[in-house]
């Protein structure tokens, strides 16, 4: 099969930050996390991975790698959550890129939806089989036609993973309250890092994927406060690398944890959950 070209320093390349996160942490903490597609995905692309590649032995490099897959298993869980009161609901991955979490979480009577832009959602069906009960949806986030397509009538949960850093926060706040209006009983979960953490982002993380010319705006300092924007909403935040799980493997050291207190204390990542009443 041919493979699909994705350039470096454009909005596709940042498909390859998680992509290529949840690909390292399969292979180096197999007993933590296991992401089969990955590898197969990674396989796919006609992408330059060799500078990757290079620095992917080294420290900060395996904790990236952690990282990605530590939001994974923490959105993962708060989906399976409000599952188990909502069977048959509707999971809504918003900027979906290439990350299949919502067959991870199918119980088989759900309906799957991926929202991304145009080009995004192109290369995803070239590479990503879709199921009998899932659609795909070329669309920006920002215009509200998408959600047309979204049926709430057995529950609807939506989630961002690293989407929202690349929004101004009036945007976050308008599109929560539309969501907010528009599917009651439903639930939205997405991550944020605070002031230092999304500037930390930009300079090292981007930069290492030669990706330039993209400004990280929305941040949270304080989830429980800063997004409270409703009486019809209700918020909750965890903790993003020990919040949900021990991070306990045989190759996970002490460094790893201790630089995983860090980014929850300091750089405050955070996995939020808004249930919309």
């Known amino acids: 099969m041919d493979k699909i070209k994705i350039e470096k320093n454009t909005v596709q390349g940042t498909l390859i930050i998680p992509l290529y996160g949840r690909k390292m942490c399969s292979e180096k ?22 500078e ?17 897959a530590m939001r994974q298993l ?40 991926n929202v991304d832009f145009p080009d995004i959602i192109e290369i995803r069906k070239k590479i990503i089989p879709n199921r009998d009960s899932e659609i795909n949806i070329s669309c920006n986030l ?24 690349y929004f101004k926060i009036e945007e976050v706040k308008s599109l929560i309250l539309e969501l907010a209006k528009r599917y009651k009983g439903g639930c939205l979960i997405f991550d944020s890092v605070g002031e230092l953490g999304v500037k930390l982002l930009m300079k090292t993380t981007l930069k290492n994927m030669g990706i330039s010319g993209i400004d990280g705006l929305f941040y949270l300092n304080n989830p429980l406060k800063e ?17 949900y799980y021990n991070m306990r493997s045989p190759n996970i050291f002490f460094s790893h944890r201790l630089l995983a207190n860090i980014c929850d204390n300091f750089l405050k990542m955070a996995i939020n959950r808004i249930d919309f009443k």
């Not at 903490?29 to 060799?50: G, H, I, M, Q, V």
């Not at 919502?102 to 939806?113: E, M």
């Not at 509200?144 to 989630?159: E, L, R, T």
């Open 29 to 50: 903490f197999p007993d933590l996390y296991k992401d089969n597609s990955a590898k197969e995905l990674c396989e796919r692309l006609d992408y330059d991975f060799s």
């Open 52 to 68: 990757i590649e290079k620095k992917s032995n080294s420290f900060l490099y395996e904790f990236g790698a952690l990282e990605a």
């Open 74 to 113: 923490d959105i993962i869980s708060e989906i399976k959550d409000y599952l188990k009161k909502h069977t048959k609901a509707t999971i809504v991955n918003l900027g979906c890129g290439l990350d299949e979490t919502g067959k991870a979480c199918d119980n088989g009577l759900c309906q799957i939806v």
């Open 142 to 165: 920002k215009d509200y036609s998408w959600m047309k397509h979204v049926d709430n009538s057995k529950g609807v949960i939506f989630f961002a993973a690293g989407v929202f850093h």
């Open 227 to 243: 997004i409270n924007w409703s009486n019809e909403i209700k918020v909750s935040s965890k903790p993003y690398m020990l919040g």
